[in-house]
């Protein structure tokens, strides 16, 4: 996908996230998510932080080469990890901070336009620059792209409780898919049954893979989840 093709996939996914929460009320905000012990406003809470990263790293250009790419980014983080059950706690916590859920939405309606703003000012000023996030170099395009896949599948995560909410995006979906197929390699394909959304349910450890699918993975279904 093109520098554009990833600024615009990333404008989906937040743009789908505002659409998501904007209309939720305290009470929805409180409703269960598929993350291990968060509420929908403390789901919203880790994307804000994330949406504010995404600032402080499009601000922050280094030199190249990257060290890493929008695939093996995601390597760095294995599923499981005791910082994932460090950082759930601090989030949970620092959502519980405002004195209304609802605050939250507004903080996250202000930054990620904000993010996405600054995503094109870095694509159309310097397409193949670099910036540092997290101990890692990457090229924009692939740090655009962490941060869509990421958005894409807590989208999937805040609307467990929600049906009536609107899924994410085709586009951003898609850099979603992408992402775990590269993590899945060349040698394995995703079992011809699923469909985008539960793979990636399946491909994050969201759901658990039936008989059936480990039948049709073979070997590769031991390297489930590829990512937490």
């Known amino acids: ?34 993350c291990h012990g968060w509420v929908v406003a403390d789901l919203l809470f880790h994307l804000l932080c994330d949406a504010q990263r995404a600032l402080v790293a499009l601000a922050s250009p280094a030199d190249g080469p990257p060290d890493t790419d929008d695939v093996s980014y995601w390597r760095s983080f294995p599923a499981g990890d005791d910082r994932d059950a460090r950082h759930a706690w601090w989030a949970r916590r620092s959502a ?12 996250w309606c202000d930054t990620a336009p904000a993010a996405v703003r600054a995503a094109g000012a870095a694509v159309a000023h310097r397409p193949d620059g670099c910036i540092t996030t997290q101990g890692h170099v990457l090229r924009i395009p692939d740090f655009l792209a962490t941060l869509t896949t990421e958005a894409v599948v807590h989208h999937l995560d805040l609307t467990v409780d929600l049906p009536a909410a609107p899924p994410p995006g085709q586009l951003a979906t898609a850099v979603a898919v992408a992402t775990m197929d590269g993590l899945l390699s060349d040698d394995a394909v995703r079992p ?25 993975l073979g070997e590769a279904a031991g390297w489930f989840p590829l990512l937490g």
Do not use: S
């Not at 469909?195 to 480990?214: F, S």
């Open 1 to 34: 996908m093109t520098p554009h093709g990833q600024h615009i996939a990333l404008a989906q996914a937040y743009d789908g996230i505002i659409r998501v929460v904007t209309d939720c009320d305290d009470t929805d905000l409180q409703r269960p998510t598929r």
């Open 96 to 107: 519980a901070a405002f004195d209304r859920p609802t605050e939250i939405v507004r903080h």
């Open 192 to 216: 011809a049954g699923w469909d985008d959304a539960e793979y990636l349910r399946k491909a994050t450890g969201r759901e658990p893979l039936t008989e059936r699918d480990r039948m049709e």
